[in-house]
């Protein structure tokens, strides 16, 4: 691992990042996900639930039949089933087969699903007993309701541009300035905290909490997805005429459905790990100066094996390939603050961060950025490791 640092990626110069356009567009685009995810799936769900205690009755089929849709993108089916029903007396009609009441692909599925309703035909229905005018044939629920969780896609996109834009914005606004040569913005000292030159307690990039439910929320959307066509494959193999073809390629996201489930689990242990405080004096960096780095190890230090902390140095440098974008890093420069391994030193010490002179310091611009974080490694016997980051800002050599 290099210990000086070496040139980065690229020197881009900034030309002006779209923050704020940014955040407007991931609000749109966060309030239309929530909006889809609400009509198809919690209303759907919040049908379900309630009509578990919804009393059945008995209906009669007036009309039953697969409905279709076209447009430019093909033609979509839904299961139109009409029948009958008398409550205190009064008959009452109904069109609700179950509470999904969305058209999709497949016309089998939903012509076995309507052969079953011919007109004429006794069946039980549900029906809401505060209004009667409500009643559902199928009240159970089925994995084709997981497909309402796609509008997530367009939660969690919107959710990150919000907040991404947000926060560019409100980092301008509150002091990030430039140098004078225009190419590196970095906070300006004296518009916070850290500029006083005092120690300055280092918070997590990610807390722990944050990247378990990050995690909570993949292994959802991912395996409420896979689940979907699992259901499907597993019918098949059930009927006895199984679709090898379509298992063999379902079984790779199976797969990285159940490496998610474990890294669920993994982050949940790891929220029982001893917690680092890191408290660094100056509270910023300077090349060619020296800061000291102060640790301490909360909760059952006892625990610890070997702590390690290093400074580091990354590029992230962002680009588009066509309609894709991507996102390199690299590190450039590794400096070690620590290594302890006995007790004494691991639960509480100090070490020095010697930061070289040729340093590049922090630099944010519309398509990379320099990175500078410490990163502290945890090594815990019979129990998952724990690797947390904070970040720090380096300043330009000579500021004031």
Request: glycine content about 10%; aromatic content about 12%; charged content about 20%.
């Amino acid at each position: 691992m290099p210990t000086e640092p070496t040139e980065p990626l690229s020197q881009r110069r900034p030309t002006g990042s779209p923050a704020g356009c940014l955040a407007v567009f991931g609000l749109l685009f966060l309030c239309v996900g929530l909006f889809a995810f609400y009509f198809t799936f919690l209303r759907p769900m919040r049908g379900v639930l309630a009509a578990r205690s919804w009393p059945a009755a008995v209906c009669t089929v007036v009309d039953s039949k697969v409905d279709s849709s076209s447009d430019s993108d093909g033609t979509t089916y839904r299961v139109l089933v009409v029948y009958r029903y008398t409550v205190g007396g009064r008959e009452y009609e109904s069109r609700r087969y179950d509470f999904l009441e969305m058209s999709s692909s497949g016309y089998d599925d939903k012509a076995a699903v309507v052969a079953r309703y011919p007109p004429g035909a006794r069946t039980s229905c549900y029906i809401d007993p505060a209004d009667p005018t409500q009643a559902v044939l199928v009240r159970s629920f089925s994995p084709v309701y997981l497909i309402g969780l796609l509008p997530l896609l367009f939660v969690a996109f919107g959710a990150s541009a919000l907040v991404w834009g947000a926060r560019t914005v409100w980092r301008r606004r509150s002091g990030w300035t430039a140098t004078a040569d225009g190419a590196n913005p970095v906070r300006d000292p004296q518009r916070d905290g850290a500029g006083s030159g005092g120690p300055v307690v280092l918070r997590p990039t990610i807390t722990r909490w944050g990247a378990l439910l990050g995690l909570i929320f993949v292994a959802l959307f991912w395996n409420g997805i896979v689940s979907v066509f699992l259901v499907h494959v597993y019918k098949e193999w059930r009927s006895g005429s199984p679709d090898g073809c379509a298992t063999l390629f379902l079984l790779p996201f199976v797969v990285v459905g159940l490496g998610l489930v474990f890294a669920v689990l993994r982050q949940l242990l790891v929220l029982f790990n001893p917690r680092v405080v890191l408290t660094l004096n100056p509270g910023q960096l300077t090349p060619g100066q020296s800061a000291y780095v102060n640790w301490r190890v909360g909760g059952q230090a006892s625990r610890v094996q070997r702590l390690r902390i290093t400074l580091e140095g990354r590029e992230e440098a962002s680009y588009r390939r066509g309609t894709d974008n991507y996102t390199d890093k690299e590190t450039f420069a590794v400096i070690r603050i620590a290594d302890a391994a006995q007790s004494f030193e691991i639960a509480e010490g100090s070490g020095r961060a010697d930061v070289p002179a040729t340093a590049v310091p922090t630099f944010t611009a519309s398509h990379n950025k320099i990175v500078w974080l410490f990163k502290v490694k945890m090594e815990i016997a019979g129990w998952p490791d724990s690797e947390d980051e904070y970040e720090v800002l380096v300043r330009p050599g000579g500021a004031a």
